[in-house]
């Protein structure tokens, strides 16, 4: 079966830096998009980034472009979150997820595997 399992979440200043793990199993990685997102309490839940594992495509949203760069190791079926410049607006549950797509990968409707989240929280 698929499984997506993340992990790198924790407790940081604003300012500081995390990077977030995606390790996935279960299906033909290198034929799939991986995404990023995240759900803060109280509000909708937001695709941040995505990669498409063929060609190393990316795409990231307004909030997080600049400072956030997804990147994937396809020989150890791994999507990395790399998170700079903290913002206590940042806080939230993260998740990954993938989804068999041609073309962009940010069609976030589609992605249909997902983990079971990690937790960033930024203190100010």
């Known amino acids: 079966e698929v499984q997506l399992v993340e992990s790198g979440g924790g407790l940081v200043q604003a300012g500081e830096s995390l990077r977030l793990s995606c390790v996935a199993s279960?299906?033909?990685?290198?034929?799939?998009?991986v995404a990023w997102f995240r759900q803060a309490p109280g509000k909708e839940r937001e695709g941040l980034s995505c990669?498409?594992?063929?060609?190393?495509?990316?795409y990231y949203a307004d909030s997080v472009k600049g400072r956030f760069t997804i990147s994937s190791d396809n020989a150890k079926k791994t999507v990395y979150l790399q998170m700079n410049s903290l913002k206590p607006e940042d806080t939230a549950d993260y998740y990954c997820?993938?989804?068999?797509?041609?073309?962009?990968?940010?069609?976030?409707?589609?992605?249909?595997?997902w983990g079971q989240g990690t937790q960033v929280t930024v203190s100010s």
């Open positions: 990669i498409s594992t063929t060609d190393s495509s990316t």
């Open positions: 997820a993938s989804v068999y797509i041609m073309g962009r990968c940010s069609k976030w409707f589609l992605y249909d595997k």
């Open positions: 279960g299906f033909a990685f290198s034929d799939y998009a």
